[in-house]
């Protein structure tokens, strides 16, 4: 089956519409393997690092199923970033997608009015119909993937499921056919509910926070530290399956609505309306601190750090900052304040 890539920081894409237009979405990821090499003669190495590997994959060649991409726009970086995909990249269909930074009304309108030009972009390219109906089926099979994750993702919690294996599923779930993704959630929530928790009562209960961090290998060397991560923040983590999409509005506006009142995620401001949406998390969880990631250059994480850092002192929340590069020999060199954190909490 054909997909459509998807290139998005914030996890603001409708997927409802890809899978009505036919294709699998397929979100894109970096790979902590490789150099920039290629990208960094289109752009500044002090441009976000897990763009600049994406770009890197893209002008190597992406998955030969991949017939399109849609950018969203989750921070300036996509953004600018889709202008340069635009010139080196061949694909049969690239669109920009306009996810507003506002949640009013008007912004709304803005999203809906860009969805519909998506809808018309993909109908016109790939003569297809994307139906009202199509949509609403797609709305229907998206939920039955978000509710899934959700009750995966609590045991977690539990201290039966390591964070590091989660984020392995819900990177796989981005990736593949949604009714494969459905099959796959069912069989290991089953598999889940015969299993007892994790023996080592030691590991510290962690929420982990940051940039775009889609490298599973990083979660279990974090976790390999001492640490459970029993819940995140983070776009391969409960910003994809938080809340979801009402079946009963009319779908556009429903996908408008969801994507525009789903909790702040990290590449959104203001962090006041940030911090309030981690330590609520915080408290309902009962972490032991909190870990945020930032991957070097990414701007939305590294502005929301002294805000966050200063209130989680005030709370007396135990609360670490990390600037990473994109590759595994960087982590390395991260333990020791790792395992201080670790001390402290
Ligand atoms: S949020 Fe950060 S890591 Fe993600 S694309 Fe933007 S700058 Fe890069």
Known sequence: MKKIGIFDSGVDTPEEIILAAGFVSHRLFGDPNIEPDKANEHI?????????????????????????????HGCDRTNREFDIWLKCINLDFMFFLNSPFKRHKIASKFFIDDMKELIAQLEDRFSVKVSSEKIKEAIKLMNKVRSLLMEISEFRSKMVLRGADFHALVKKVQQ?????????????????????????????????????????????????????????????????????????????????????????????????????????????????????VAHKFCEPVLYDHPYLSKKFKELAIPYLFIETEYNRESYKQLATRFEAFGEII
């Open 44 to 72: 500044p190495p002090t441009h976000c690092v897990w763009t600049r590997n994406l770009l890197e994959q893209a002008i190597r060649g992406l998955d030969k199923d991949i017939v399109g991409i849609i950018a969203t």
């Open 176 to 292: 593949i056919d949604k009714n494969e993704a459905v099959k796959l959630l069912e069989a290991k929530l089953e598999e889940l509910k015969t299993k007892k928790p994790i023996k080592n009562k030691d590991y510290k209960r962690i929420l982990l926070t940051g940039s775009d961090l889609d490298d599973t290998e990083f979660i279990e060397y974090i976790e390999n530290l001492g640490f459970q991560i029993v819940i995140d923040d983070l776009g391969i983590g409960t910003k994809y399956f938080w809340n979801k999409v009402d079946e009963n509005k009319e779908p556009i506006e429903a996908l408008a609505k969801y994507h525009l009142e789903k909790p702040i995620h990290s590449t959104k401001f203001p962090s006041y309306e940030r911090f309030d949406v981690i330590k609520k998390l915080a408290e309902s969880y009962k972490v032991d601190g909190i870990i945020n």
